[in-house]
């Protein structure tokens, strides 16, 4: 065999191997707490560009995105108000190419903690603890429709950047808390209450596409903005709208103004997020830096 044919393939091997091995894989996470409730920003990184990563927990895959390169990736993942505080692992895949077998697959392990939530007593019309008869058809209808919208996982990411405020008032009734209207027990509070006066507008918090305008029995006039990935952003009680289903709205737009429509005992707004189907504290979210 002449040996001199071999030179030149060398430098071709060379080149390829470093290709076909399995990249290396650094995992973070940074959240203003790991307990229940909370949005958790997780960071990937790895030692070769990738085309796909997705982290697996709490039976949910969450997609995680290329953050200023594709070597770096993020993405949140939630953790539901009922998680069950105790150790979890996160499972963490990525892909060279948008289909086969992950390059790589590595385990991180997530300890979530326990929660005491507040309670709050609420006295409201008798029709919105005991609605009439006559009224059930539309209130299981329209809870039907918001179930099935929550449950959306579009894969696209409309939004860039860190979340804001939709309106500049304080918290007055946080995550979580445990409410009895009308001395009635009733399920936690899935979203958090922002003072507002009537007709504060309220600007879309992330980039999005409407997916629901309308005039909701116990939330009054509500929009449901899909932030795409999964995440539901979901405005309740409001006096006005000013988009439209299929609208893409921008970060910052005035999408309504803040009222006192449906179940409430004084103007303000609601705001309520999922991800994946998970409850989150949207204050958990403007936590996070992306």
Not at 143 to 151: D, G, H, S, W
């Amino acid at each position: 065999m002449n040996l001199k044919m071999l030179f030149p393939i060398i430098p071709w091997v060379l080149l390829i191997t470093p290709l076909l091995s399995a990249p290396s894989l650094e995992i973070s996470h940074k959240a203003r707490s790991v307990s229940q409730g909370e949005a958790v920003l997780l960071s990937v990184a790895s030692d070769i560009p990738l085309d796909q990563v997705t982290a697996t927990v709490f039976g949910k895959e969450f997609r995680l995105f290329p953050s200023g390169n594709d070597r770096l990736w993020k993405g949140m993942i939630a953790i539901d108000l009922a998680c069950k505080p105790g150790a979890y692992n996160v499972r963490v895949k990525a892909w060279k190419g948008n289909s086969g077998p992950p390059a790589a697959e590595k385990t991180y392990p997530l300890k979530v903690a326990g929660k005491d939530f507040a309670e709050r007593r609420l006295k409201v019309d008798r029709k919105y603890v005991s609605p009439p008869q006559e009224e059930m058809e539309r209130i299981n209808r329209e809870a039907a429709v918001t179930k099935e919208l929550f449950t959306l996982n579009t894969p696209r990411k409309y939004w860039t950047g860190d979340f804001i405020k939709p309106v500049p008032g304080g918290v007055t009734s946080p995550f979580g808390r445990k409410n009895f209207v009308n001395d009635q027990p009733r399920s936690p509070h899935s979203g958090i209450d922002l003072r507002g006066a009537v007709g504060t507008p309220v600007k879309n918090p992330a980039a999005g596409k409407v997916i629901l305008t309308e005039e909701l029995y116990f939330a009054g006039n509500t929009i449901m903005i899909d932030h795409g990935y999964g995440m539901i952003s979901y405005f309740c009680h409001l006096s006005a709208i000013k988009v439209k289903a299929g609208d893409l709205v921008t970060q910052g737009e005035v999408i309504g103004l803040v009222g006192s429509t449906g179940r409430v005992t004084g103007p303000h707004l609601h705001w309520t997020v999922k991800l994946l189907g998970q409850r989150i504290d949207p204050m958990s979210i403007l936590a996070l830096n992306f």
